[in-house]
């Protein structure tokens, strides 16, 4: 089992930056690919971007690519989300995940953090 908690989410006026973390715990993800998605009110939940476990290739939505960053640190089990020039469309509750062990799917999920962008 893994357990992952997210941290960094906040209120930023547009234009600024966030960073976000999320820490795991249980067992090692070093090999698991990690993911950020976010749900906004109202609105289903959608992939934001993710990292394979080497941190050599990640992908992104085409919306944040080049504004936001995805990055991991498999030393100390941290998964990043550097997110830049950020606008009211951004404002969601971002959930880290991790995929399962032996699976193609995002099995583990976070509780959330609340990214909240000002006009």
């Known amino acids: 089992q893994v357990q992952l908690v997210e941290s960094g989410g906040g209120l930023v006026q547009a234009g600024g930056s966030l960073r976000l973390s999320c820490k795991a715990s249980?067992?090692?993800?070093?090999?698991?690919?990690m993911g950020w998605f976010r749900q906004a009110p109202g609105k289903e939940r959608e992939y934001v971007a993710s990292?394979?476990?080497?941190?050599?290739?990640?992908n992104y939505k085409d919306s944040v690519r080049g504004r936001f960053t995805i990055s991991r640190d498999n030393a100390n089990n941290m998964v990043y989300l550097q997110m830049n020039s950020l606008t009211f469309e951004d404002t969601a509750n971002y959930y880290c995940?991790?995929?399962?062990?032996?699976?193609?799917?995002?099995?583990?999920w976070g509780q959330g953090t609340q990214v909240t962008v000002s006009t």
């Open positions: 995940a991790a995929q399962g062990f032996g699976t193609t799917t995002f099995d583990y």
């Open positions: 249980g067992r090692t993800v070093s090999e698991l690919i």
């Open positions: 990292i394979v476990g080497t941190g050599r290739s990640a």
